[in-house]
């Protein structure tokens, strides 16, 4: 009766899937019926805050994805605090959407609106980070993952989860001094995983080993 | 050409899934570009309702989907009844989103409007413990649990199941003294099932009997 | 490298989910920050309406998911020719919220407005009862059941489903004479078939029987 | 540990029911509660280009479902690379929506704005057939496919694919001459690949063939 952990990649997808398509929803308010006087083309144009957002959501949120696939594929069991430490990283998840649409819109506000909404979408972006930390915590203290899984593999995984939130930080801090390269610091940290970057990212490198091998 | 109950549990996190994406949507009509003339932090900080709410949705519907997750794994085989009873329960969890809307606007209501969304809040809440009930009362009585459940445990769920509702009448009850009280006395019950609890509340005990046995 | 039929009962859970939770977001409108100057108590019995519209929304397209599930459990394959009249069966499914609501809003309309909408709605209605007998035809005549499916069995089937839309198309008529008296009958078609009624609807004894026997 | 490409196809066909749904929603916008003092019917008649933005949406991302589940089927490993493609053509489904609205409502605009829109349209049903020609480039390359495919099956598939943007580059070409003769054109290619065409279309008659041997 033990119950493998489908059930819970199955939710969290659901979560991803509205989370990737609100913005898209979102777009519909540009629609030409609702512009009212205006030339058509100027508009969708004058929207492009709203374009940047959706771009923005889906890279991050997308991401987010294949972290939480790389790292689920390893769990073949689950306890009530696994299950507790997926719902808040999924409560950052689904603030993706507002904190982009902030982030977007505030692009061309003063400096002191970028600093806050850079920093609130940076903060959102850590706490996923955190979350993933803590999930795999949990799951090798409570003994979830698959008994084969290679224990240095394992440790390899947490220290780079552990890397993360540390350069997730550096980036935050800079938006002290600009928030606009405090955002370009942290697009190339998810440009870099997205295109299998020197190693130093979370399970990229890992799960092109672990796949080599099977 | 059994069918395992496997589809039931998508479709229901499909539910879960969207509930708890919806105030997510919500928020974004507190971007800057719908502010208008005020100043960003001010509106921000204004919004805490919003912000109130999409946590305390979350709490709720991660906590029912908890208690969804842990009772479903033990049942194989679906039936008409069951299923209706499983449809009424996602009714309730669907009005989640509105009625934490409510809750969150109204805490700085005037006490008759606590009062009113307080009743309704905890009003869905009891519905969806109700619910619970009627689920694994017609599970057990059809024998559509799993054949190896110990009917110990099988009884022993059953009377968790039946303390929630009974606990959270309590609460409601209070609603009458005083609204926010009874509010406090319910995320206390709530927070006491998330940390796994004095075994009181139902089927966290239970996981962890069953996995250390598993 | 055949494929079972689960990613199409995934992907048409996906469908029903929020079909069932998009009436739940309409709700939210009815919060009270929105509200303005009137009382909280007033604005929300005045809302009916959406309410109605919500668990009117629930119980179709519960009812809906359910034929749905008790039909493609029989289905081992999938072409073409099915999963097109499956996407025309969601077609009309993603329509009952809009339907649903028009018919619950002119509950309180002229005479002429409730005719319109009850048609509008029975049309949508129809449209599924007469997409679920095509998937079934199709099912049936391409060889995509179960092979050891009765075919005793497989013909009852055919035959309840096409009573279906009979009664529906008999409901229908009735708009004519009242809207609401047509509605009413349409909603004892529904609820005895929620209930197993007495053999005359589709797949309720169905599955008893099949379920008994198994 | 290597996981199957099922939990994929769960988290694209999530984004597939929510696109597909979105349109549904914003149907409810035009319920007479929100009419104001304008006839029923009228007000019903006039909202044509929301029905034709729902039809239309639903028979793209319809479509694309189709040959996401016909590709999709005989993948039996995923990388990172081939989960970038998937979440790029997922940025282009999500999308669709957008476009099928501003499409429909610009039926009547003028010829200017006939031809954006048209142009927009194209654009993201061609990014939409790039990402299919991506995906199995790199599942061929990265030998991500059923060991016991047939060469043969995989080039003519690869082959069909790359037709479908060429194809839909002529259909992109015509809107220089006559947006509506353009969208014409594409729409009677997407009614040839749904009923199962001349050969020319990717993946029916492929499915088709491997049915039959399977």
Do not use: K
């Not at 998840?93 to 600093?115: C, H, K, M, W, Y």
């Not at 224990?151 to 995984?157: G, K, V």
């Not at 780079?160 to 190339?188: D, E, G, I, K, Q």
């Not at 995983?193 to 099977?214: F, M, N, Q, V």
């Amino acid at each position: 009766m033990a119950r493998d952990p489908a059930r819970v990649e199955t939710f969290s997808d659901g979560i991803f899937a509205v989370v990737l398509t609100v913005m898209a929803v979102e777009l519909l308010q540009y629609g030409p019926a609702r512009v009212g006087g205006r030339e058509l083309p100027e508009a969708l144009v004058d929207a492009w805050p709203a374009y940047l957002a959706y771009v923005i959501t889906f890279a991050i949120a997308g991401q987010v994805w294949l972290g939480h696939h790389n790292i689920w594929r390893y769990v073949v069991r689950v306890d009530q605090m696994l299950l507790v430490f997926n719902l808040l990283l999924l409560l950052f998840v689904a603030a993706i959407p507002f904190t982009a649409d902030l982030l977007a819109d505030n692009l061309r506000g003063s400096a002191a609106e970028q600093r806050l909404t850079a920093a609130l979408y940076l903060g959102t972006v850590l706490g996923e980070a955190v979350c993933f930390n803590l999930i795999w915590w949990c799951a090798r203290r409570h003994r979830l993952l698959h008994p084969d899984l290679d224990p240095q593999l394992t440790r390899a995984i947490a220290r780079r989860l552990l890397l993360r939130p540390l350069l997730y930080l550096v980036a935050f801090a800079f938006v002290f001094v600009h928030p606009v390269l405090s955002l370009f610091l942290y697009l190339v940290l998810v440009v870099l995983y997205l295109i299998r970057g020197p190693g130093t990212l979370p399970s990229a490198a890992t799960t092109a080993e672990d796949r080599s091998a099977a």
